[in-house]
Structures are given as structure tokens and as C-alpha cells.
């Protein structure tokens, strides 16, 4: 009997056990909903920035809303352009990943993002925290391990390099963050 997952069921699996779900469901998943899961996590995360720089005086409504659109089409653009470079870097590791499954496992390697994103944007609006930090930074944090373990499962277990291209692309991802929020 065929196990069945819904399309939303693939964000927790993901954030917590990629290489199960990359075995077991990764082709099921469409490609526009795992880009549209990195653009909602980054569109949320890079909000909270703004949100928690707005309310700190620091920043005007309009670099809120220009954020937010910012976040989005970096994970909508940015992160699907990191799968390619990461399917770039699987073939030369004679990898037999498709295309589709790299930069869909790619994408959704940031559901950990977008589950701490929400809950950020939770303790913002109800409890007044500023979460960007306590929240959106840790799910980036977090995303790095899940796609330690995606780069790990779609290249056969090669370990060291899942740990040098999860970091490469974490550093990049804090860094873009840190450059945005001090525009």
C-alpha cells in the first residue's frame, strides 16, 4: 500500500527528517509549492525584520512592506538559484539526483524557516516580542541542518560536502539578511 502524504505534510517531515522525506516523497511534492514555501519563509522572516526595526522607531511602514516583498523574492529566486548551483555541484559528485528533486528539496530545506517564521510573527503581533532574531535567525539556524541532511541524502551520503555547501549557502543566507536589515 502506497503511503500518502499532503502537499502542506511535506513541511514538518522536512524540518525534521529530510532524508526519509526525500526517499519517500520528494516526487510527489510539485516544484511551485517548495519554491512557494522558501518565498513565504524569507517574505515572513525579512517582515519580522522590518516589523521589529519599525517598532524600535528605526525604520518607516514602507520599508516594511518593501522587505517583506524583498524576502519573498529572495526565497522565491534566490534559494531555487542555490538549488541549481547545489544540482551543479551533485553532478560533478556524480550524483543521480533529477533537477527537479535537487531544487525542490532545495527549497523545502527551508520549511524550518517558515515554521519559525510563523510562530515569530505569532509573539510579534500577540505578545510584542521582537522575534526576528529570537525566531527568523534560528529557523535560518535550523534550515542549515535540514539541508545538510537533503545535500547528504541526494549525494549519496557524501557527508563532508553536505556540511561545506549547507554552510556555504547558510553564510550567504545570514549575510543577505544582516545586508537587507541595514539598508
Not at 27 to 33: D, E, G, R, V
Not at 107 to 127: N, Q
Not at 153 to 175: C, D, E, H, P, R
Request: positive net charge; glycine residues 10%.
Amino acid at each position: 500500500m502506497e503511503k500518502k502524504t499532503s502537499t502542506l505534510g511535506s513541511i514538518l517531515p522536512m524540518m525534521f527528517n529530510p532524508g526519509a522525506f526525500l526517499q519517500n516523497y520528494i516526487q510527489k511534492t510539485p516544484l511551485i509549492f517548495s519554491i512557494l514555501v522558501s518565498g513565504l519563509a524569507f517574505g515572513l522572516f525579512f517582515l519580522q525584520t522590518g516589523l521589529d526595526l519599525q517598532r524600535t522607531d528605526q525604520k518607516t511602514m514602507d520599508f516594511v512592506y518593501t522587505i517583506g516583498g524583498v524576502g519573498f523574492l529572495y526565497g522565491g529566486l534566490i534559494i531555487p538559484l542555490f538549488g541549481i548551483m547545489l544540482w551543479l555541484f551533485l553532478k560533478i559528485a556524480r550524483s543521480k539526483s533529477t533537477f527537479k528533486q535537487t531544487l525542490s528539496a532545495t527549497c523545502l530545506s527551508y520549511s524550518g524557516l517558515l515554521v519559525y517564521s510563523i510562530f515569530g510573527l505569532v509573539f510579534l503581533l500577540f505578545f510584542n516580542w521582537r522575534t526576528s532574531v529570537a525566531f527568523g535567525a534560528t529557523g535560518a539556524v535550523w534550515s542549515i541542518g535540514a539541508l545538510i541532511g537533503t545535500v547528504r541524502q541526494l549525494s549519496n551520503g557524501k557527508t563532508a560536502l553536505a556540511i561545506f555547501l549547507a554552510t556555504l549557502f547558510g553564510t550567504v543566507v545570514l549575510f543577505s539578511w544582516y545586508y537587507v536589515a541595514n539598508i
